[in-house]
């Protein structure tokens, strides 16, 4: 069964960086077959979509929250895709989680994801 794994949270001041990483396993068909996702969510707050790229990488999308400061990346070759998190702010605070769409395009709803990594930004 497809596994992602999420690592490079942690507390970081506001107009710091941050470098996510999503590792995925166990996945039926090519890591290509699968657009990954980025996601969060804030204590309080609804999980809401923060950017995601397709199964080639050509695609990209962010939400308008992350447009300017996050950058979306994928190796298929290693089974990864980074978010690189750059000017975080307060507001960005939350629990980050991927996801991997069961197609290669980012549409509907990711069918299997991660346990999630925590961004702390304050001073």
């Known amino acids: 069964q497809l596994q992602l794994v999420e690592s490079g949270g942690g507390l970081v001041q506001p107009g710091g960086s941050l470098r996510l990483s999503c590792v995925a396993s166990g996945f039926r068909f090519y890591y290509e077959s699968y657009a990954i996702g980025w996601f969060r969510q804030a204590p309080g707050k609804e999980r809401e979509g923060v950017s995601c790229?397709?199964?080639?990488?050509?695609?990209?999308n962010y939400a308008d929250s992350a447009k300017g400061r996050f950058t979306i990346s994928r190796n298929n070759a290693k089974n990864t895709v980074d978010l690189q998190m750059n000017d975080l702010r307060p507001e960005d605070t939350a629990v980050y989680f991927c996801?991997?769409?069961?197609?290669?395009?980012?549409?509907?709803?990711?069918?299997?994801w991660g346990r999630g990594t925590q961004v702390t930004v304050s001073s």
């Open positions: 996801a991997a769409y069961l197609v290669d395009y980012c549409a509907g709803t990711p069918g299997h």
């Open positions: 790229i397709s199964g080639s990488g050509r695609d990209t």
